[in-house]
């Protein structure tokens, strides 16, 4: 079982996205990009998936190495 099987697809994917944002604003720190940064973190922290984390930090810290992992 690979690490990436332990989290929903559309939440990997999600993480992946975050990444993006986040460095698509640092990178152009203009307010569409932080509104887009922000709508995406909404978006991630509010997942179903967390509802069931019995660790919600040590499950987020899993979902950020398994996203950069599967980051194609």
């Known amino acids: 079982m690979s ?5 929903p697809a559309d939440l990997l ?3 992946r996205r975050w990444f993006d944002v986040e460095a698509a604003w640092a990178a152009d ?3 569409g990009n ?3 940064f922000g709508a995406i973190s909404a978006e991630l922290h509010s997942h ?3 509802a069931g984390a019995e660790n ?3 499950a987020s810290a899993k ?3 398994a ?4 980051a194609g």
């Open 34 to 36: 932080r509104a887009e």
């Open 3 to 7: 690490d990436t099987d332990e989290f």
């Open 56 to 58: 919600r930090h040590k």
């Open 29 to 31: 720190p203009t307010a």
């Open 48 to 50: 179903p998936y967390w």
């Open 63 to 65: 979902l950020k190495q």
């Open 67 to 70: 996203a950069r992992n599967s």
């Open 13 to 15: 994917d999600l993480q």
